[in-house]
């Protein structure tokens, strides 16, 4: 078993998701092959959305997560399966996103995602895929609730 792949993998999937949550564009646009392909399942957005190629993937995370979203993913529990110079991967996986635009509405929710991973000429791991299926998610509008008070960094693009 190829350990070093293994934990590269790991690392790839935790960069894609913190990249998510900074907001940081470019970085998280490495992280993804050109012909990347994703399918976020989300019952609040109305079914599974579909994006082909790392340009469509990335302008529509960042058309989508504007500064007055805030998330935090978490993705844990990894069963990841090496086929030389590509694997897939299978992540527990739980959110938290907070629009404080619209009444800090909060949707929170657990999934698990399905990627497939293929390691470039330069020996670098991407993910070629990504995409999740729910398992729940609820909203709850927080700006309703008595005393709520939320303190946050908004993200910039960076």
């Not at 993998?9 to 900074?22: E, N, T």
């Not at 805030?70 to 993705?75: K, Q, R, V």
């Not at 399966?81 to 996103?97: K, M, P, R």
Request: net charge negative.
């Amino acid at each position: 078993m190829d350990i070093a792949a293994l934990e590269e993998i790991k690392r790839l999937k935790h960069r894609y998701l913190r990249c998510v949550d900074l907001k940081q564009w470019d970085e998280l646009a490495d992280t993804l092959t050109v012909d990347a392909t994703a399918e976020y399942g989300t019952a609040v957005q109305g079914g599974p959305l579909r994006r082909a190629g790392r340009d469509a993937i990335v302008g529509f995370l960042r058309e989508t997560l504007t500064p007055g979203i805030i998330t935090a993913h978490s993705a844990q529990q990894p069963e990841i399966h090496l086929d030389g110079d590509t694997a897939t991967g299978t992540w527990c996986f739980t959110d938290t996103v907070i629009a404080t635009e619209h009444d800090h509405t909060m949707i929170q929710g657990a999934a698990f995602y399905e990627d497939r991973y293929a390691r470039g000429g330069d020996g670098a791991w991407r993910i070629r895929h990504t995409g999740f299926t729910r398992t729940y998610e609820y909203v709850v509008a927080l700006g309703e609730l008595p005393g709520f008070r939320m303190t946050a960094d908004r993200w910039r693009e960076r």
